[in-house]
């Protein structure tokens, strides 16, 4: 067990100290080759250019840090081509925008990759191609969250850093190990990143970034074994990564009640409401994490049978309530509704 701790902790720190060290050079790197976020006055109202590369950063730390302390297996390596290939598809999408339809297809693939590998439900309450269509799902709509949530500085790194808190807190109650170390390696990339990354951001994820990070957050649930403890609570990793996924679903409701496709960009994120109200970028970033952590609290607590479903149920639809209140009331509309309903 000490050996294990040991591990886990060589891990993190070999991962941040990595992270932190090799950006300032991808970030000379993304100058010198013009690989840059060009600020275009609609959704990129950043000042000045900013380099990509943040998710190759995170990436290569994650994967030296498993070249050394990790016990390579058959679903890790499937986990691992997959997420490589998302990190490739979206760095062609940063250099050079690809179509909806092509990012859709090989997300599909790489989905392939880790379905191969063995990431999908581990329910006999569904047949075996049921299964396959629900993970299959499940992965590209989490794959697709995280790109869609990485729209300001520092948001996607503290929603994935508390994500991959909460999934490393489940893998090690569970005593899956090998699930633990992949989150730690992910976790020390991450907050090294966030250093450079938190307002005013020096670097971004770009696309390679994001849809790395989805396709990995999108797989680790389906990789840990959650009946070895008889807990057959399939919910919670949807709780885990509600905030990635109330975008998504917002931004599809949003867009399809404005007759917009919901695979086109729009300003609709949650991140852009709540800087319209003037909420600074630090304040947005507190208020999710602390959302994201809370979630994943309840998640966790009802997990081990520290609430029951009725009080998680209850404890939901008022964290969904806040949320919504928070992000898209608008107290200066309604007065102008109210003042035009006495006249």
Partial sequence: ???????????????????????????????KFNILDAPNGELKKHANPVPYLGGFAIYISFIATLAIAYPFQNTALWLLLGSTFLLFVGFVD???????????????????????GGCSLKTNFFVS???????????????NAFNLIDVMDGLSAIVSITVASSFLVVALLLE??????????????????????KPPARIYLGDAGSLFLGGFFAAIPLMIEWSRQSIDIYYT????????LLELGFLVLIRSWL????????????????????????????????????????????????????????S?????????????????????RMQKLRE
């Avoid at 939901?316 to 102008?336: A, D, G, P, R």
């Fill in 237 to 244: 990793p949807v709780i885990i990564l509600a905030i990635p």
């Fill in 316 to 336: 939901m639809c008022i964290m969904l309530s806040m949320w919504v209140y928070t992000v898209f009331y608008e107290q200066k509309s309604l007065k102008v």
């Fill in 259 to 314: 007759s917009i496709p919901f695979y086109y960009g729009s300003p609709h994120h949650f991140s852009i409401f709540l800087q319209k109200k003037r909420w600074n970028k630090w304040k947005i970033l507190a208020f999710t994490f602390f959302m994201s952590t809370v979630f994943s609290t309840l998640a966790l607590m009802h997990m081990y049978k520290f609430i029951d479903f009725y009080f998680l149920a209850c």
């Fill in 94 to 116: 940063d250099l050079k925008v690809m179509t909806p339809g092509q990012k859709f297809f090989a997300q599909c693939l790489a989905v392939l990759c880790f379905l191969k």
């Fill in 176 to 197: 899956q190990y090998l699930v633990s170390l992949l989150l730690v390696a992910m976790l020390g990339g991450l907050c090294g990143f966030f250093w450079y990354n």
């Fill in 129 to 143: 191609y049921v299964r396959t269509f629900l993970s299959g799902f499940w992965m590209l709509s989490v794959i």
């Fill in 1 to 31: 067990m000490q050996a294990v701790f040991f591990r886990h902790i060589f891990c993190f720190i070999f991962s941040l100290l990595l992270s932190y060290k090799i950006i300032p050079m991808l970030i000379k790197a993304a100058f």
